[in-house]
């Protein structure tokens, strides 16, 4: 009876390489529009020059690319089983750059080498999915609440202290909802409208969507943006 043959490393090389940087995939990063995987840094990094898959050309986003990209934990674990080690040497990685504190090009962070960029990929706390926005173009929003009198059995959600917030553009009004939920301490059942000029905005837009094409405000009177928030109301 012949033995079942061992497979190397090299077999699966061909799935768990980087097609930018040639090298095992770090954090690995879906591009959801065709599927073809990348270290996230090299694909965010590519996205900042083209909006073109670097491996099959298709567009990917006419604006906004990045917004395609998801995180693929599960390969990421499956390269740390094929790849001996390979744990250990990132995190090896990530505290020799936080410890250098290099300066080159007058960066804190060291020389932005796909290597380099680990830190920023960890969000500087390990685990989550790290910090896309921080090059983003920002925008400033006003975020108020209606006064829902006519509802029957609700509580009626309040006004937030502090209520001018700055974000990047790609934040989702879906991630302002979380953000309202949290700051008002309000239960995980419990839905809200986010409104822009008395409509109610869909979860997956972005700021700068809405800015573009419900903000009717212009020039020196545009800023901040207002949106407005609400108990969600079933018309059904």
Request: glycine share 8%; proline share 4%; charged share 30%.
């Amino acid at each position: 009876m012949t033995s079942p043959r061992k497979h190397l490393v090299k077999d699966f090389n061909h799935f768990i390489t980087c097609y930018v940087c040639k090298g095992y995939l770090i954090k690995p990063t879906t591009v959801t529009e065709c599927l073809h995987t990348f270290c996230k840094s090299c694909i965010v990094q590519h996205f900042e020059d083209s909006n073109d898959c670097p491996k099959c050309g298709i567009q990917v986003h006419e604006t906004n690319p990045r917004e395609m990209l998801r995180l693929d934990n599960t390969l990421e674990e499956i390269i740390f089983k094929l790849v001996p080690g390979l744990r250990e040497k990132q995190q090896q990685e990530i505290e020799f750059w936080r410890s250098r504190k290099w300066k080159e090009n007058g960066e804190e962070d060291g020389p932005r080498s796909k290597r380099s960029r680990l830190d920023d990929d960890d969000g500087g706390g390990g685990g989550g999915d790290g910090d896309y926005h921080r090059s983003d173009p920002q925008i400033a929003i006003c975020l108020g609440c209606c006064c829902v009198d006519s509802l029957v059995g609700e509580s009626v959600v309040k006004g937030l202290m502090k209520k001018f917030i700055r974000c990047s553009t790609r934040v989702t009004v879906g991630t302002i909802k979380k953000f309202l939920s949290l700051k008002l301490k309000l239960p995980s059942s419990y839905e809200l409208d986010v409104l822009c000029n008395g409509e109610i905005m869909g979860k997956d837009h972005t700021m700068e969507f809405i800015y573009m094409t419900r903000w009717r405000l212009r020039g020196e009177t545009a800023y901040p943006m207002v949106l407005e928030y609400r108990p969600r109301i079933d018309f059904g």
